[in-house]
């Protein structure tokens, strides 16, 4: 069992950075894989970012790539997204995922565990 929180939204100006963390309980969090998925008002939930277990490989949205990192400190049980250049398209509920494999996926239902969701708000 894998509980996740999640801290780090806010509100920002367009162009500004963000780091987001992902802080999981219980030992076995450096074998999972997590995710970063974001909820848009009015729109379907979706991947913004993987990573799998030992933080070798990622994979990223095309609408991130090249602001957005994602990363995990195992030690720490933590995992983070630095959000940088934000865009208003940005804003949304960000939400960090995690699934009993090593492997990433991109597909949110093989996710078993979500953590409450942190506001990312960008304005003009």
């Known amino acids: 069992q894998v509980q996740l929180v999640e801290s780090g939204g806010g509100l920002v100006q367009a162009g500004d950075s963000l780091r987001l963390s992902c802080a999981a309980s219980?030992?076995?969090?450096?074998?999972?894989?997590m995710a970063w998925f974001r909820q848009a008002p009015g729109k379907e939930r979706e991947i913004v970012a993987t990573?799998?277990?030992?933080?070798?490989?990622?994979y990223y949205a095309d609408s991130v790539k090249g602001r957005f990192t994602i990363s995990r400190d195992n030690a720490k049980n933590t995992g983070y997204l630095q959000m940088n250049s934000l865009k208003l398209e940005d804003t949304a509920i960000y939400y960090c995922?995690?699934?009993?494999?090593?492997?990433?996926?991109?597909?949110?239902?093989?996710?078993?565990?979500w953590g409450q969701g942190t506001q990312v708000t960008v304005s003009s």
């Open positions: 995922a995690a699934r009993a494999s090593a492997m990433l996926a991109t597909v949110d239902g093989l996710y078993e565990y």
């Open positions: 219980g030992r076995t969090f450096s074998r999972y894989a």
């Open positions: 990573i799998n277990s030992s933080g070798s490989t990622t």
